[in-house]
């Protein structure tokens, strides 16, 4: 009989443990309709019963349930009641409500029932942000996500009004280039792969780990005051609102670059494939062991030995091969959730994403033209160096991202780790012509590039809820290190003259070898404090905190030239110089030369350091008229190491120094509940990079550019100083003025004027004394004078047919002037051509004209298929300014066409397939030099093809 009872007991239990093991989970938020903000106190339970749940300061509720049909009610003191009617709650499963809305029950209305469905697909918290948010804001959701099923953050952020993405990577607002966008990480600086860009790379953010991506286009004061066109934000997920696990494969395929015979490429390391070289391209010369030609005294001699030995441990090849490429791949994988803990809701997640690419350029072309400064009647350009032929690039990417989060009754903390790893190689043949200065020259060249980069990134931050929530308390603390490394590039050109090869004379110049190095760390602090209050009988904000911001680099460059000693016999293969009978101590072997010994204008310190506070006063001083008001202050200073090829050199000097204040007034003007009046004035800043304030000459062999840091002075061909080598930081004053209305479904209209005015605009400038040189200088002042229009309907309007159809676009034109300085304007003049009339003002570097984006898409969440086709142009942009006789080199119009179609499908839509075909067009990314009555003449010429890619998505949970 006890056998029996024990058996019956366990049965019970087992009955109970397995029920409780099915239960599942309402998640939602709750938000005030009036002002976007999550309501904290709020009571969500499900109707009829007792059991529900109290919203959190991030107006967070979990409720635990059986599976079955549920209603659930929200209801809080003075607000109006909410019932969410028809929720499915499924066993193990998180049944996730985006956003419920509360709106202020001052009339006493009745309560309102919405289905689960309507709920579940608005984004009525991003809309009544961005329409209550105090500065110019648009942005994308997690919601969003979810629907159109866009895999990384810039495919996701494209869809943002008035963004366009470069190279599918970096975003750019406005039309304004990478030096007026900035992009942040967690509302914290984070530099990216490529550290002197001020926008991180997107493509590495898969969605399903990001909250939103928001666009500030106008500044207020508790953010950095470095940008003009727009400030990026990309928040990632801390608390997952449900269980995730996807896995995703893609492939990409670009005819005129896959499967191609003709694609160049080099053996490299065996961790190619992983973004790191193995050291097969590593230099094994010390630089204290680095031996001068004048030391040797015999081949036999100790040194000599050793310098013999020096020479064959360099890596043997030099020339590029032919060799089929493979088509683009990727893999993706991600998980994340949220667990209750004695501590508190505990949530973490987890990304890795490997990517590899292969793109091949055939007839790319660098080019040089000059202006005939010795006859005025001649209107045509002039070439002077014309380099044309193919190029490879093979490209991987993996990165790994990590988040925790813990949420207590009044706090919250998080931890985030960021990983990145990227390698590319680069191999070019190009055939070569020079004819400056009445030279006849005529050769082939061969480029083998290898970039390492690497990026680790923490951020600890917390949140702090305190005196009734009527104080908010936030900071943030994120430190990284980055590195590049460029290890052994190769550059190799002959002269080829009556079917002989030579090198060493003349424009064929010697082989080179080079090693750059590159290493920085960066951290970035916030502090910011909210108190909420009462002012003139409305509810107000004050605000205030600061911020620092540490960055120390450590730069080097190590170049060696090979010293061709007998050219006799050569036949056009780069490898022959490094056969051991053509190597030192042979009779008229070949030896190296360090180009950096004894001194090495490529090696510099440098360090930053940018404090900074803010105050602001956010509140309403009519019922329909909101002000936000402060000022921001930032101390920013610049510490150099290093020397200039005239001997100048500075030690741990003090190179920038600068206070500024940032005033900002933003003004919204109610007109109705879903219409907006904006007025606004910011002053902002543009700052240099550490590449920019430096002593550095930087050479690219795949171009033949070389780039001049701007502390080096500059002179012109009468030996007068036309640059002090001051660089300073551009000031620009901000007015805008913006008619906005929000519409069901996310519709939006929109109608902006700006302008901006420019003190000490930075533009890179070709030098007027060394050819194929740009450095970065203070030009002088500029203005922008714009208009916008931002719009975002749905066709369903015209007919019911086309409901689920939406046409977007963004038009921007714009006016941008800058006076020339007296140098510039002298040199043009000098060279102007006849019938030409020189104005003192030009166009401002970097400000396209106008910018086009538009886009037409179809959506139909029930059957789980979105479709969009999208188009973008920028007008020709000023590139590079010209000087002297070396003309303006303006980009052509790309006319950039986009289609991509997701469908989702499945059980509970476990599987995704997404398709996009990018330049459909198949137009060409090209550079040209333009000037009066020439026409116009290449500066580079790429043909990026059309690319076709495929992924699918699975989605365990």
Do not use: C
């Not at 939103?212 to 928040?235: Q, R």
């Not at 093979?394 to 390698?423: C, P, S, T």
């Not at 090198?503 to 970035?524: K, Q, T, V």
Request: negative net charge; hydrophobic residues 35%; glycine residues 10%.
């Amino acid at each position: 009989m006890k056998r029996l009872n024990f058996i019956i007991l366990l049965w019970l239990m087992t009955i109970s443990i397995t029920a409780v093991g099915q239960n599942g989970t309402i998640r939602g938020t709750v938000i005030e309709e009036a002002t976007g903000e999550p309501l904290y106190g709020v009571t969500v339970v499900i109707k009829g019963t007792t059991n529900g749940s109290i919203t959190d300061f991030d107006g967070k509720f979990q409720i635990p349930a059986t599976p079955g049909s549920y209603d659930i009610q929200a209801s809080f003191v003075s607000f109006q009641t909410v019932t969410i009617s028809g929720l499915e709650v499924k066993p193990n499963e998180v049944t996730l409500i985006d956003q419920i809305p509360l709106k202020e029950d001052v009339e006493l209305l009745e309560e309102v029932v919405v289905t689960a469905e309507v709920i579940r697909t608005t984004e009525a918290a991003l809309l009544t942000v961005k329409r209550k948010s105090p500065n110019l804001l648009d942005g994308i959701s997690s919601a969003s996500f979810r629907k159109i099923g866009d895999s990384d953050a810039a495919a996701a952020a494209k869809r943002i009004t008035g963004v366009s993405i470069e190279g599918g990577k970096y975003v750019f607002v406005r039309g304004l280039g990478d030096r007026y966008t900035k992009t942040l990480l967690n509302g914290m600086d984070v530099p990216g792969l490529d550290p002197d860009r001020n926008t991180l790379q997107m493509d590495i953010f898969p969605t399903n780990v990001l909250n939103n991506i928001m666009v500030a286009k106008t500044f207020t004061p508790d953010l950095p005051a470095d940008f003009t066109g727009g400030l990026v934000n990309i928040e990632t997920k801390d608390l997952p609102d449900e269980k995730t696990m996807n896995m995703s494969l893609g492939l990409g395929f670009n005819p005129s670059m896959h499967f191609n015979s003709n694609n160049l490429t080099y053996n490299g390391g065996s961790t190619d494939f992983l973004g790191f070289d193995d050291g097969t391209r590593s230099l094994h010369i010390n630089d204290d062991d680095v031996i001068l030609n004048g030391q040797i005294y015999a081949p036999t001699s100790p040194l000599g030995q050793q310098y013999a030995a020096q020479l064959r441990g360099f890596n043997r090849t030099l020339g590029a091969e032919r060799k089929t490429n493979f088509m683009d791949y990727n893999f993706g994988y991600s998980f994340g959730n949220q667990k209750e803990t004695s501590l508190g809701s505990l949530g973490y997640n987890f990304a890795l994403t490997y990517r590899k690419t292969s793109e091949f350029y055939e007839g790319a072309v660098f080019s040089r033209y000059g202006i005939n400064d010795s006859d005025p009647s001649d209107l045509q350009l002039e070439r002077r160096e014309f380099q044309s032929g193919d190029y490879g690039v093979n490209n991987v990417l993996l990165g790994g991202m990590a988040g925790l989060a813990l949420k207590r009754d009044k706090a919250k903390y998080r931890l985030n780790i960021l990983r990145l790893q990227n390698g590319e190689n680069k191999a070019g043949i190009f055939d070569y012509v020079g004819s400056d200065e009445g030279s006849d020259f005529v050769g082939i060249q061969h480029n083998l590039e290898y970039s390492q980069r690497a990026l680790t990134n923490l951020l600890f931050a917390g949140d702090h809820y305190l005196k009734n929530d009527s104080w908010q308390l936030n900071w943030k603390v994120s430190p990284t290190l980055s590195s590049i490394k460029d290890p052994d590039i190769r550059f190799t050109r002959y002269q080829v003259e009556r079917g002989e090869f030579q090198i060493g004379s003349g424009e064929a110049g010697f082989p080179r070898r080079i090693w750059r190095d590159l290493n920085e760390y960066n951290i970035a602090s916030t502090v910011g404090v909210t108190k909420e209050h009462q002012l003139f009988g409305r509810d107000a904000k004050l605000k205030f905190g600061g911020g620092s911001t540490f960055k120390s680099r450590d730069f080097s460059i190590r170049t060696f030239s090979i010293i061709i000693g007998d050219d006799d016999g050569l036949t056009g293969n780069p490898d022959e110089l490094f056969y051991d009978e053509n190597l030192y101590p042979e009779d008229g072997g070949n030896f190296y030369s360090a180009d950096f010994v004894p001194r090495n204008i490529n090696f510099f310190e440098s360090s930053i350091l940018n404090n900074a506070f803010y105050v602001s006063s956010e509140f309403s001083a009519t019922e329909n008229l909101k002000a936000i008001v402060g000022v921001r202050a930032e101390d920013y200073s610049q510490l150099y190491t290093g020397q200039n090829s005239q001997g100048l050199e500075l030690k741990n000097e003090k190179v920038v120094d600068e206070l500024n204040f940032f005033p900002s007034v933003n003004l919204i003007y109610s007109l109705t509940d879903r219409q907006n009046l904006r007025a606004s004035y910011s002053r902002t800043t543009a700052r240099f990079s550490f590449k920019e304030a430096s002593f550095a000459e930087i050479f690219d062999p795949l171009t033949g550019r070389t780039f001049l840091g701007a502390l080096s002075p500059a002179r012109n061909g009468r030996n007068e100083v036309i640059w002090d080598g001051n660089i300073k930081s551009t000031l620009i004053d901000n007015f805008d003025l913006r008619w906005e209305i929000f519409q069901n479904g996310g519709q939006t209209i929109s109608v902006s004027g700006f302008y901006k005015k420019f003190n000490d605009a930075i533009e890179t400038v070709q030098s007027a004394t060394a050819d194929n040189n740009f450095q970065p200088r203070n030009l002088g002042d500029a203005t922008v004078i714009g208009t916008e229009l931002e719009i975002r309907q749905s066709l369903g309007k015209l007919t019911s047919a086309l409901e689920n159809f939406t046409v977007s676009g963004n038009f921007t034109y714009l006016k941008s002037e800058i006076t020339m300085g007296k140098e510039e304007y002298e040199s043009r003049l000098r060279n102007v051509r006849n019938g030409e009339t020189l104005d003192r003002t030009r166009e401002l570097q970097g400000q396209a004209p106008y910018l086009i984006n538009v886009g037409f898409a179809y959506n139909k969440p029930e059957s789980g298929l979105e479709a969009g086709l999208y188009y973008n142009v920028q007008g020709a942009t000023l590139t590079y300014t010209g000087i002297a006789d070396r003309p303006d080199v303006y980009s052509v119009p790309f006319n950039s066409v986009n289609l991509s179609v997701n469908k989702t499908f499945g059980q509970n839509d476990k599987y995704q397939l997404n398709m996009r075909v990018r330049n459909l067009l198949g137009d060409k990314r090209e550079l040209v030099y333009k000037n009066f009555g020439s026409s116009d003449q290449p500066f580079q010429t790429l043909d990026p093809g059309t690319r076709v890619s495929v992924t699918f998505r699975y989605s365990l949970f």
